[in-house]
């Protein structure tokens, strides 16, 4: 038992600090001052809170492209229009495809567009 605690802690503690080695090096510098600002900006909560409720991080990560572009590409593409949140806001509910790639997004026709809006905006506020 001890023993296989041990070597699940020691692999956990591998992959926590390769990942973390990686990530450190971009990100610390840029990040660190406004993020303690954007937990304050009720746009950033209320987006995040819905895209964390939602199935959007299965497909998309915030600084890392996956099966989606990351956000923060997403927020260097477009500029924090009310035109460009409500066109972002259509792709999120009916689906997209053709702006990153072949692989298209799924619709998600149950969200309200008061709340794709507000996924939106937080996501635009990722640019760094
Ligand atoms: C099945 C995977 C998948 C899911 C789930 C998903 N997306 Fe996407 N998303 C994508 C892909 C793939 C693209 C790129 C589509 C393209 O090339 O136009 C994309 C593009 C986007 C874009 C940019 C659209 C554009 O035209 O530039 C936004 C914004 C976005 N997604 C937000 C969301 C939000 C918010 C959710 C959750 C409600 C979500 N996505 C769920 C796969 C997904």
């Known amino acids: 038992m001890h023993k296989i605690l041990y070597t699940l802690t020691a692999a956990i503690l591998l992959v926590a600090c390769g990942g973390g080695a990686t990530k450190n090096e971009t990100t610390t510098e840029t990040t660190t001052s406004s993020e303690t600002n954007l937990s304050d900006n009720p746009d950033y909560t209320k987006g995040l809170a819905l895209i964390a409720g939602s199935d959007c ?3 998309h990560k915030v ?3 996956s099966i989606g572009p990351a956000y923060q590409d997403v927020a260097a593409k477009y500029e924090d229009t009310d035109d460009n949140i409500e066109m972002l806001a259509g792709k999120i509910i009916k689906g997209g495809s053709g702006n990153w790639g072949a692989i298209p997004m799924t619709a998600h026709a ?3 567009e008061e709340d794709a ?6 996501i635009l506020l990722l640019k760094k």
């Open 63 to 65: 600084a890392e492209k």
């Open 110 to 112: 149950n969200l309200s």
């Open 57 to 59: 991080l299965t497909c």
């Open 117 to 122: 809006e507000a996924m939106v905006k937080y």
